[in-house]
């Protein structure tokens, strides 16, 4: 690679926070899409007449999208461009999202919801990419702290507006959310400027995908990113029903209670990032949030307390966890293998947090059925401890390293 291309393939570092609020409110409109649903299973199991079994699917064609494209997704976005691909990503939801406030039965609803987790995959894995080009290097882990808040807020955002789905009808508020999106894809691009796309001149996308399956710090980062999804779905997936079955609350105030707690993990992204920022090692943050997640865990699936002592728990779960998603997306750039490969890389640990997210909720609710709450407690802490001794051996290889990826080295 010649010293020309890798000028243009690293553009200037010179965007600021409000092109990082830019971009985070990309991935806040985004996460509209996932807490839409659960708002709306009711309404839409009602006037479709559908099973609990069928409409469940609404929830999981997010994850199973995410587990199956998220490299070839992130590798699209380093040929084409990151800007390109969140307007894109946000342009697919929004189509996915009108479709799905029009259509007459269920076919067409679940043809939607893959439409909309494709974008929302675009959006995921091209945002944070976007920030590592763009944003200057003295802000960028508070940068990538604020990125991390997207899923938090958004959720947490679209619950707030259910009066409107009340008002509207769920076909009326995906359609408005389809308005949502396509309006921020037209603000993104005005309000945005491009930075240009990785150089990949020689370079077929078989090869460049192939490169980054066969390097061991992509997969290490996407294993730990599982890791953590499937214990903070097992605990959110299911702390509703242990609400209300074990100490008999209502559906509204379970449903509430467990939104603030998810809320608390915004704070721990905020945290997170002053952590990296300050000098921490992005390995002891990750090492004290798993601790956090074991240890709070157990107060919430296996402690004989109060609802409200499991509540507070809760919350220290959700901020402790909210350290993770932050130090292993900060943590990107190092173990990209090359530098036009950071959107693959990004996409890899994306695909492992949508892993998580299908296949935690499924092994724990099994394990609780057969075993207890307390045997979900367990086998959390294990795969916890599994994580950081990955991570300690992962990151091990890379101490001293800068946060770019390995480069081909210059010929004169």
């Excluded at 066969?214 to 290490?220: N, R, Y």
Aim: glycine share 12%.
């Amino acid at each position: 690679m010649s010293a020309t291309h890798q000028s243009d393939a690293t553009p200037p570092r010179e965007a600021g926070w409000s092109a990082v609020f830019i971009i985070a409110g990309a991935g806040v409109v985004s996460a509209f899409q996932i807490g839409k649903a659960p708002m709306a299973l009711g309404a839409v199991q009602l006037d479709l007449g559908l099973s609990l079994l069928v409409v469940s699917w609404l929830l999981s064609a997010f994850a199973i999208i995410g587990a199956l494209v998220g490299a070839p997704v992130g590798l699209a976005a380093d040929r084409i461009g990151t800007k390109r691909m969140v307007v894109g990503g946000l342009a697919l939801q929004a189509l996915g999202a009108g479709l799905g406030g029009v259509s007459p039965g269920v076919e067409l609803l679940m043809v939607s919801r893959v439409v909309e987790g494709l974008g929302f995959m675009a959006v995921l894995v091209a945002g944070p990419a976007m920030i590592f080009s763009t944003v200057a290097q003295g802000i960028q882990d508070r940068a990538i702290a604020v990125w991390a808040t997207v899923m938090p807020v958004g959720m947490t955002t679209v619950m707030l507006a259910a009066p409107l789905l009340t008002l509207l009808g769920w076909r009326g508020f995906w359609l408005l959310n389809a308005a949502v999106l396509f309006a921020y894809a037209a603000f993104f691009v005005f309000a945005i400027s491009a930075p240009p796309a990785a150089t990949t001149e020689g370079q077929r996308i078989g090869a460049q995908l192939r490169q980054a399956i066969a390097a061991p710090g992509p997969w290490a980062l996407a294993t730990i990113f599982a890791a953590f999804s499937a214990a903070f779905f097992v605990v959110f997936g299911f702390m509703p029903s242990l609400l209300t079955g074990r100490f008999g609350l209502g559906q509204e105030l379970a449903s509430t209670v467990s939104g603030i707690a998810v809320a608390a993990s915004g704070i721990g992204n905020l945290a997170a990032g002053f952590l990296l920022a300050s000098g921490r090692k992005p390995l002891h943050v990750l090492a004290a949030g798993f601790l956090g997640v074991t240890l709070f865990g157990f107060g919430v699936l296996a402690a004989d307390l109060s609802w409200i002592a499991i509540a507070l728990f809760a919350v220290l779960f959700a901020f402790m966890a909210g350290l993770i998603p932050v130090a292993l997306i900060d943590s990107v750039p190092r173990f990209a293998p090359r530098l036009e490969l950071v959107g693959a890389t990004m996409g890899l640990a994306m695909q492992g947090n949508n892993v998580g997210m299908l296949v935690g909720p499924a092994v724990g609710g099994a394990l609780a059925a057969s075993l207890g709450w307390t045997s979900v407690a367990v086998a959390m802490a294990l795969v916890s401890v599994a994580a950081v001794l990955l991570a300690r051996a992962t990151f091990a290889d890379r101490v001293g390293t800068g946060r770019q990826p390995a480069r081909e080295e210059v010929q004169p």
